[in-house]
């Protein structure tokens, strides 16, 4: 029943999610966006396809850097169709990462399309990192993300705009980034072990209250 029920999101290490002193924002070339998700339909990665080919027609060097584990009947579909429009230079297949801190803290975004989606630990991770987060317009991430505040929300069903705030998230001045990515740590650190043992606390005062 609802009324017994406590969820306390997972404890975050926010010790070993976190960009070092002498780690400074990525320039790379293209500018690469990390996908931390199994590839499958509910992560949604085939919307990256006009995505990739809206930025193509715009002269944007970008990669998508698909790092999860992929469902062999959507990755097959997914890969003929990027080959069928030309577009296999902006999609990079890394498959399951044993360390996926290293991408948060290389790529120069962290992107999920997901058509629905839990508390994603990805986001936290990644935005504990301080890394630059693009997220759907799903309640899961609108409650962690402030669009342009501490990241960025995008519609799914609208790749022309996805394209867009790419291209924004690629115009930041150093100032604005770096403000970006304080914000996106700063907003999770309420999953570190503060923050969880407090939940844990009330939850057991809910619990002996009852």
């Known amino acids: 029943a609802p009324e017994r029920t406590c969820l306390i999101p997972n404890l975050l290490d926010t010790d070993y999610y976190q960009r070092q002193p002498e780690q400074s924002p990525a320039a790379n070339h293209p500018f690469t966006i990390l996908i931390p998700a199994r590839v499958c339909d509910q ?7 006009p995505v990739a080919s809206s930025l193509k027609k715009s002269g944007c060097p970008v990669q998508f850097i698909l790092a999860g584990s992929p469902e062999p009947a959507y990755a097959s579909v997914l890969k003929q169709q990027i080959s069928a429009q ?7 297949w890394k498959g399951q990462q044993a360390d996926i801190r290293h991408w948060y803290l290389t790529c ?7 058509k629905f989606e839990g508390l994603s630990n990805s986001f936290i991770e990644a935005m504990a990192c301080g890394a630059i987060v693009m997220g759907s317009r799903i309640s899961s991430f609108t409650t962690v993300i402030e669009d342009g505040i501490n990241g960025y929300i995008m519609d799914i069903d609208q790749p022309e705009a996805i394209a867009s705030k790419i291209q924004k998230a690629m115009q930041l001045d150093l100032h604005t980034s770096n403000e970006l990515r304080q914000k996106a740590r700063a907003t999770v650190l309420e999953y570190g072990p503060e923050g969880y043992y407090r939940r844990f606390l009330q939850m057991l005062d809910q619990v002996r209250a009852r």
Not at 86 to 92: A, K, P, R, S, T
Not at 108 to 114: D, G, M, R, Y
Request: hydrophobic share 55%; charged share 15%.
């Open 108 to 114: 120069n975004l962290v992107l999920l399309p997901s």
């Open 86 to 92: 030309q577009l296999d230079e902006f999609f990079v």
């Open 43 to 49: 992560k949604n990665q085939a919307i990256l396809i």
